[in-house]
């Protein structure tokens, strides 16, 4: 079992109770941190939290023709991938120390990280 004895159950309940709140205060940084991506050589350019949510995207005149809307969208696409890229890189910095020991050393089932 556990060299010694038994594990200290109140000293397992305080380590519980730090990595959760350091994941916590994690998730909240994420939350608050803005990463970019962008497409066209910075002809379009999105803006995400680092949990992935976007919250701007800034397209430049240069980039519009309406005779092709299509690679506009493209240029749209390419951006918001990118910035997501970039959210998911934060969120495996900010996370992975702290998710490194649960589930086997991958991260926690189901989460992005």
Same mark, same amino acid.
């Given at each position: ?5 038994? $594990? ?5 309940? +305080? #380590?519980?109770? +730090?990595? #959760?709140?350091?994941?916590? *205060? !994690? #998730?909240?940084? %994420? ?7 962008? !497409?066209?050589?910075? %002809?379009?350019?999105?803006?995400? /939290?680092?949990?992935?949510? %976007?919250? =701007?995207?800034?397209?430049? $005149? !240069?980039?519009? @023709?309406?005779?092709? /809307?299509? /690679? ?9 991938? @990118?910035? =997501?890229?970039? =959210?998911? +890189?934060?969120?495996?910095? *900010? ?5 490194? &020991? %649960? &589930?086997?050393?991958?991260?926690? $089932?189901?989460? $992005?990280?």
């Amino acid at each position: 079992m556990f060299p010694g004895g038994q $594990p200290n159950m109140q000293q397992l309940l +305080k #380590q519980a109770q +730090k990595m #959760q709140e350091d994941l916590a *205060r !994690a #998730q909240q940084e %994420l939350a608050e941190a803005r990463v970019s991506g962008s !497409a066209g050589g910075g %002809l379009v350019e999105a803006t995400t /939290t680092g949990a992935g949510e %976007l919250v =701007a995207l800034t397209i430049s $005149p !240069a980039a519009v @023709d309406p005779e092709d /809307t299509e /690679t506009l969208a493209d240029l749209v696409v390419a951006a918001v991938r @990118d910035a =997501a890229a970039a =959210a998911q +890189k934060l969120q495996a910095e *900010r996370m992975g120390p702290l998710t490194q &020991g %649960l &589930g086997g050393g991958g991260g926690i $089932p189901g989460l $992005p990280f």
